[in-house]
């Protein structure tokens, strides 16, 4: 398995709708509600490309065999006051790839990144008792609180999301 930063992504866009679709028809509190319509995702995902080109984010891909199986983002504070600060957010494994430990070479990816940028502080959210819970823990977030019936999910129901903070 490789991980690398992509810079543009002209000729992921297919296999990144196709990445976003399987994590939110699995359940993947991220942002979208399933069903998810294709259109939604490629504006989604068109939007991130502008990001990037703007410099204010790093969206790191894990890859094998020339597939894409796994993405993350680094969201990077612009404020003056928050310089220090970065966001990890949209981790998301293909189903047909988790429990191979992409999720957590991925979020080590994103600590050497945020390190180099000379960021300090990482934060992240995740839906509460979600099983990234358990890797985020394992891999030193503390927990800051969570909110109830922050995000609804696709099955109509709000679910609380629980904060995570790590010095770096």
């Known amino acids: 398995m490789k991980i690398e930063q992509l810079n543009t992504l ?20 991220i942002g979208f509600l399933a069903p998810l319509d ?63 430990g992409i999720a957590q070479q991925l979020m080590t990816e994103v600590e050497r990144q945020v390190q180099a940028n000379q960021r300090t502080l990482l934060v992240l959210d995740t839906r509460t008792n979600d099983t990234a819970s358990i890797l985020y823990r394992k891999l030193g977030y ?12 696709s099955t109509g129901m709000l679910d609380g999301t629980t904060f995570f903070y790590k010095f770096l």
């Open 10 to 29: 002209s000729e992921s866009y297919d296999e990144l709708v196709a990445l976003l679709n399987d994590s939110v028809e699995s359940g993947a509190s």
């Open 38 to 100: 294709a259109g939604e995702a490629e504006l989604y995902w068109r939007g991130v490309a502008e990001n990037l080109a703007e410099g204010g984010r790093t969206l790191l891909i894990a890859s094998e065999a020339g597939r894409i199986t796994g993405t993350v983002q680094i969201s990077y504070c612009q404020k003056k006051n928050g310089s220090h600060r970065a966001e990890v957010e949209k981790l998301m494994v293909h189903t047909a790839f988790r429990q191979r």
């Open 142 to 153: 503390q927990e800051a609180g969570h909110i109830p019936q922050f995000a609804r999910s």
